[in-house]
C-alpha cells in the first residue's frame, strides 16, 4: 500500500524558515517523480514544486521560486520542502504527492499524504 | 503561464441527476496532459482521470472525462451521495502545473 506521510510543519514567523519531510512506502521511490501542492485555508489546490525521480530537474511555482528548494533522497525514501522568506501568505496545507508513472516528469498525481500545516504569522 | 479556468462555480444537483463540468485553458493543452480530481472535506484530493480520458485505477465508470486543445469536460453520469465534492482539474504538460480554481458539486 502506496504511502505518503508529511511532517515539519508549524507555526513560523514571517521571514522564517521550515523545512518538509514526506517519507514515503509501499513503491519504488527513486522511479518516481514527486510533488509538493498546497493548499491555502478555505482555498483550491496550487502547485508548488516536481522533481525528477532522480532528482536533478525540478520546477517551481513562480509564487515560490527562489524561496523554496525541493530535494529527495532516495536512500531514504524522503522528500523535502526547504522553505525560507516565509510569508503569510504561504500559509497552507502541504500535501506531498507521487506522479502516476514511473520515470516520467509530465505526470498526474495519483497519490497524496494528508498534509503538514505550515502556519506564517506573527 | 497556461491558466485554468473552471465552470460553473458551483453545481446544485440532485443524486442520480448528470454533472458536467467544465475546464479551460488559456493556450492549448495536450489531451495527454490533463487530469481531473475530486476533493472531499478534511480529505486529500483523489485522482479521477489523466490525459483527459482515463479513468484512475478504482475509479466508477460513471465518471467521464473528454476535451481537447482548450476546452475539456468531466462528466459524472449519474450522481452518488459521495459524489457531492470539489472538483479541479489540472494541466502537467508545461510548467507551470496549475489547478483550476475548483467546481463544487452541492446537493440541490
Known amino acids: 500500500e502506496v504511502q505518503l506521510v508529511e511532517s515539519g510543519g508549524g507555526l513560523v514567523q514571517p521571514g522564517g524558515s521550515l523545512r518538509l519531510s514526506c517519507a514515503a512506502s509501499g513503491f519504488t521511490f527513486s522511479r518516481f517523480a514527486l510533488n509538493w501542492v498546497r493548499q491555502a485555508p478555505g482555498k483550491g489546490l496550487e502547485w508548488v514544486s516536481t522533481i525528477s525521480h532522480h532528482g536533478d530537474t525540478t520546477h517551481y511555482a513562480e509564487s515560490v521560486k527562489g524561496r523554496f528548494t525541493i530535494s529527495r533522497d532516495n536512500s531514504k525514501n524522503t522528500l523535502y520542502l526547504d522553505m525560507n522568506s516565509l510569508r503569510a501568505e504561504d500559509t497552507a496545507l502541504y500535501y506531498c504527492?507521487?506522479?502516476?508513472?514511473?520515470?516520467?516528469?509530465?505526470?498526474?498525481?495519483?497519490?497524496w499524504g494528508q498534509g503538514s500545516l505550515v502556519t506564517v504569522s506573527t | 503561464e497556461i491558466v485554468l479556468t473552471q465552470s460553473p462555480g458551483t453545481l446544485s444537483l440532485s443524486p442520480g441527476e448528470r454533472a458536467t463540468l467544465s475546464c479551460r485553458a488559456s493556450q492549448s493543452v495536450s489531451s495527454t496532459y490533463l487530469a481531473w480530481y475530486q476533493q472531499k472535506p478534511g480529505q486529500a484530493p483523489r485522482l479521477l482521470i489523466y490525459a483527459a480520458s482515463n479513468r484512475a485505477t478504482g475509479i466508477p465508470d460513471r465518471f467521464s472525462g473528454s476535451g481537447s486543445g482548450t476546452d475539456f469536460t468531466l462528466t459524472i453520469s449519474r450522481l452518488e451521495p459521495e459524489d457531492f465534492a470539489v472538483y479541479y482539474c489540472q494541466q502537467y504538460g508545461t510548467s507551470p502545473f496549475p489547478f483550476g480554481p475548483g467546481t463544487k458539486v452541492e446537493i440541490k
Open positions: 504527492a507521487k506522479s502516476d508513472y514511473e520515470f516520467l516528469f509530465y505526470r498526474a498525481l495519483d497519490f
